[in-house]
Structure formats: structure tokens, C-alpha cells
């Protein structure tokens, strides 16, 4: 980890990278969230056990996954 600020170049390249990743049956079922405001950042280190050496981060890059992609109707 680095504290190195990171570009909107590199971040579209990142979630490029992560969006087009394997997935089962291909379903791609998540979502990816860029977090720079640190006020949003404060929030996420509290509901992640009080983790604070994650706020030395310039961008917290969150992936959300849709678990009801895989269930069959």
C-alpha cells in the first residue's frame, strides 16, 4: 500500500481490469465504488473494525457483489 495519489487514468484502468475479470457462468455480478472523500473513508475504517491504517489510502476502491445473480428463478 502507498499513500501515492492515484490518477483517474489509473483508477479506469483498475476498474477496467476488475470489471472485465472471470466470473462463474459470466454473470460479472458485481459493482465497483471509488472513494476519495475522506469523510466516506472515516466512515468505512469504523465499519471495518476500526482499521486506521487504511486512511494512509488516497482512494479506497470498494467491490460490491450481487449474490442474487447466481440463484435461478
Known amino acids: 500500500y502507498t499513500s501515492q495519489p492515484v490518477t ?3 483508477l479506469h484502468q483498475l476498474i477496467e481490469a476488475a ?3 472471470p466470473s462463474g457462468n459470466h454473470t460479472q455480478p458485481w459493482y465497483f465504488i471509488a ?3 475522506e469523510e466516506t473513508k472515516r ?3 469504523k465499519a471495518d473494525h476500526d482499521q486506521e491504517w487504511m486512511m494512509g489510502a488516497p482512494l479506497f476502491l470498494v467491490c ?10
Open 35 to 37: 472513494v476519495r472523500s
Open 19 to 21: 470489471r472485465v475479470a
Open 8 to 10: 483517474d487514468e489509473v
Open 64 to 73: 460490491v457483489a450481487d449474490g442474487y445473480v447466481r440463484l435461478k428463478d
Open 43 to 45: 466512515k468505512i475504517v
